[in-house]
């Protein structure tokens, strides 16, 4: 017998390649492990307005690029105005019009995911910040402070840190009180920092809160350190930012630069919605292009067909275990997956009452088209044709009744009822009802627990979703297809074999 | 305790499905010569040509049309057996055992009229009892004059003796006779009775129905407990035959005794069920390992038998 290594190793491949893809899937683009998850999102309006002078104008918007939100939707509403927007670094919108007079209001709309990266990173130290200058009247008092405070630190994070302090001490000596009396407090941090050369900027960003309206931008500090950039809120005397602030702006420019207008302004509001994460996800990889292979370019109707298909391993599966590992009889191998199918469109009870009346009804039926002494081929027709008709009138009788639960009986393939009652009616003149009950039991049973994982949400969820579960459920196959073990069932049949001792 | 440790089963050197289906008869029998087992009429004609006896050949109906043709084949027979050369598992067959002017009585004396021997053999061909549901050929055999020495054992119907051969070596044999239950038929899963045999003597050893051990006939109350298969050399060396014969390293030979005619090979078969290691009360796992692990030249069919005789004998557990 050749070797089973190639075996082992292709079936842990299976194995492997299946959980990484489904980790990848969840990790990467954010879809959900669990159904029914749901995430916040926030829309946001910006509106920039400013008052047009009659001659050309352009406006150049900074649009948020914040790793700690993921733009799902963007769009922008400017009639008259020619719109580019620049894909580098520091995202911009460039409004512009041959003239424009009067007040002029420009949109932008964007819908926000929170991403949890709160890290702003920085690949390269960012060069060498330029040495700010002191007004003659301020260097004194500027540079004692510095000094002191340059002393006490080591580095440029507890610098800036003992710096916040500082401005915030309510016992602020004379040359504290000096510099505040003619700076803000942040632009005062930004210039003390750079005067000790620390790579700092200044950083615009807004602060979510459900239902706000005409809100402002709020400058921060950011001061880098080991490749991080940490942020300083120096008015409320705070360190570290939390999920609802979004950088609108770090990269040190203006956030809004209007030529051709004056007295330009820019107001946000906002708002919190709730959605569906899986829903989320998928836009998002809409808008990122992540979708050139993936079941989700479907057109909808194809996709639910899909759902329904991707079904079928689970249920496989469980044949595979419940003949192999356990050792129940079925009649036919995989009618109980079929069968089971059908119960994911009627619901179980309906299904299983359903089932059992076109058996029953057909078995009668049968057993009056034996006698007729029929060629195989033509007596299965007519049972088919039969059920047909047994499956109309209880759908009739139901609806009748107002028993919309009887109407979906429609969902069981007939040409597998047809067989199925064929074969049971063999059984039954070969072997006896009883055989029929065994083997016909055997089958509802397995076509029960089979409908049970398939119509598990969860399950559900994951198949559709997770594409790499099919390959699992591949390597499960085909390990269980090598299992040489006893069945549960034969623990039972071969007890004689031990039993007296 | 209704079950039984995995490892217990496993000590006994229990055979299990899944072990018989990929350890042994996915491992020693070849995919290409299944027909030669699967189906009855090559069997048939293999046998001829190897001259191994088997029961009479009355006829073979291929077509629809032919059916009508039965009466007249059977016209001076005092019975007959239909039965489907794909058949599994004992499904399908028709056993006849007396005619008479015509009609056709079953062993239990139930009449079989012509129209229902029609329908019958129109299922067979078209493949109703055949695996996987091919079209199917039905063969009219001689009825098996059955040896009278066993009176008593078999209930309305022909015992018949199920013979492991692996590699060639019989290895475990046992005696199945119909019941009542069993409705004429010689199969364990229907309710035959099952009496283990000895390699060495064909003397019986143990016996079950339903799995479960019994030490007498259930309808006519025979002690099984000292039952002596007559022609067992002949029978050893029939089953060893076999594995030339069909190219199968694991094979269930089944034979009956006929009164005139001695052992007669009914059929083979490439997945012979594991009901025999409860019939003999004991697993058939050692006796596999044990053939596996054989080295040297290749025995001919009387050492073989004389091997399997001195190595696989056994001691009666009444």
């Not at chain 1, 880098?224 to 602030?245: A, I, S, T």
């Not at chain 1, 979004?246 to 330009?264: D, F, I, N």
């Not at chain 2, 018989?20 to 069997?43: E, S």
Request: proline share 4%.
């Amino acid at each position: 017998m050749h070797s089973r290594k190639p075996f082992y190793i292709f079936v842990f491949l299976l194995f492997f390649v299946g959980i990484g893809a489904s980790i990848y899937r969840g990790i990467e683009h954010n879809v959900p492990f669990l159904p029914g998850e749901q995430v916040q999102s926030w829309a946001i309006d910006a509106k920039v307005s400013f008052n047009g002078r009659n001659q050309p104008a352009e406006v150049q918007f900074s649009l948020p690029n914040d790793p700690a939100f993921d733009i799902l939707v963007e769009n922008t509403t400017s009639p008259g105005y020619g719109l580019t927007i620049t894909e580098e670094q520091n995202r911009k919108a460039i409004w512009s019009i041959r003239e424009a007079s009067g007040p002029q209001s420009l949109f932008y709309r964007v819908t926000l995911v929170p991403t949890g990266k709160l890290e702003i990173k920085s690949e390269q130290e960012p060069t060498d910040t330029e040495v700010y200058l002191w007004p003659a009247t301020e260097k004194a008092a500027a540079e004692q402070i510095v000094e002191e405070v340059w002393l006490r630190s080591a580095t440029n994070l507890s610098f800036a840190k003992q710096l916040l302090d500082l401005i915030h001490d309510k016992n602020q000596s004379q040359n504290m009180s000096l510099l505040l009396s003619t700076n803000t407090s942040t632009k005062l941090f930004l210039q003390m920092l750079h005067t000790k050369g620390v790579p700092a900027r200044n950083v615009s960003g807004l602060v979510l809160e459900d239902q706000r309206r005409r809100q402002t931008l709020t400058t921060y500090v950011q001061v880098y350190q080991d490749g991080l950039w940490h942020l300083f809120d120096v008015v409320n005397n705070k360190q570290g930012r939390d999920g609802n602030l979004v950088l609108w702006e770090y990269a040190g420019g203006s956030v809004l630069e209007v030529m051709g207008g004056r007295s330009s302004q820019v107001s946000f509001s906002m708002l919190q919605d709730t959605r569906s994460a899986l829903a989320t996800s998928i836009d998002m990889m809409m808008t990122d292009d992540a979708l050139d292979f993936s079941l989700y370019q479907l057109p909808l109707e194809e996709q639910s067909l899909f759902k329904g298909i991707l079904l079928i391993p689970i249920g496989v599966m469980v044949v595979v275990f419940l003949r192999v590992i356990v050792g129940i009889k079925t009649s036919g191998t995989f009618m109980p997956v079929l069968i089971a199918m059908a119960f994911i469109q009627t619901t179980l009870l309906t299904g299983l009452i359903g089932f059992l009346l076109i058996v029953a009804f057909g078995l009668m039926i049968r057993s009056y088209l034996s006698t007729l002494n029929l060629l195989l081929i033509s007596r299965i027709s007519a049972v088919i044709i039969v059920v047909i008709f047994i499956i109309g009138l209880f759908t009739l009788i139901s609806f009748k009744l107002g028993l919309s639960e009887g109407l979906t009986v429609t969902f069981f393939p007939m040409i597998i009822l047809a067989w199925t009652i064929e074969r049971m009616s063999i059984l039954w003149e070969e072997e006896g009802p009883k055989k029929v009950f065994i083997s016909g039991g055997g089958s509802l049973f397995v076509a029960t627990i089979a409908y049970l994982a398939m119509s598990s949400e969860l399950v559900q969820h994951w198949v559709f979703n997770f594409l790499g579960i099919h390959l699992v459920i591949l390597g499960l196959v085909l390990v269980m297809g090598q299992y040489t073990g006893y069945r549960l069932t034969e623990l039972k049949r071969f007890k004689p074999l031990v039993g007296e001792k | 305790m209704k079950y039984a440790w995995p490892w217990e089963l496993s000590r006994a050197g229990v055979l299990n499905m899944n072990k018989r289906n990929i350890g042994y008869i996915g491992k020693y029998n070849p995919r290409k010569h299944y027909k030669r087992v699967d189906d009855k009429l090559i069997t048939k004609q293999l046998a001829l040509a190897n001259g191994i006896a088997v029961p009479d050949l009355i006829g073979v109906v291929q077509e629809q049309h032919d059916i009508e043709l039965i009466p007249a084949m059977v016209i001076d027979r005092s019975g007959f057996v239909i039965k489907p050369a794909k058949g599994s598992g004992g499904k399908g067959i028709l056993v006849i055992t007396r005619v008479d002017n015509g009609r056709y009585y079953k062993a239990n004396g139930d009449e079989v009229t012509p129209n229902e021997i029609y329908r019958h053999v129109s299922n067979t061909l078209s493949g109703l009892f055949s695996l996987g549901g091919r079209p199917d050929v039905a063969i009219v055999e001689g009825l098996i004059v059955f040896d009278p020495v066993f009176n008593g054992v078999s209930y309305e119907g022909v015992p018949d003796i199920r013979l492991i051969v692996f590699k060639g070596f019989p290895v475990m044999g046992m005696l199945r006779c119909s019941t009542a239950a069993s409705d004429g038929k010689a199969n364990l899963h229907q309710g035959a009775v099952g009496i283990g045999l000895d390699i060495a003597t064909g003397k019986s050893l143990h016996a079950v129905q339903f799995d479960v051990p019994v030490d007498k006939h259930p309808d006519t109350h025979f002690p099984l407990s000292d039952i002596q298969v007559p022609h067992w050399e002949t029978l050893l060396h029939t089953a060893s035959r076999a594995y030339e014969m069909c190219e199968m390293g694991y094979l269930g030979t089944d034979m009956v005794l006929d009164k005139n005619r001695g052992p007669l090979l009914l059929e083979l078969n490439a997945r012979p069920g594991l009901t025999i290691q409860i019939a003999n009360g004991k697993g058939i796992l050692p006796r596999l390992k044990h053939v596996e692990s054989l080295k040297g030249a290749t025995m001919s069919v009387d050492q073989r038998v004389e091997y399997a005789k001195k190595h696989f004998c056994d001691q009666p557990k009444f």
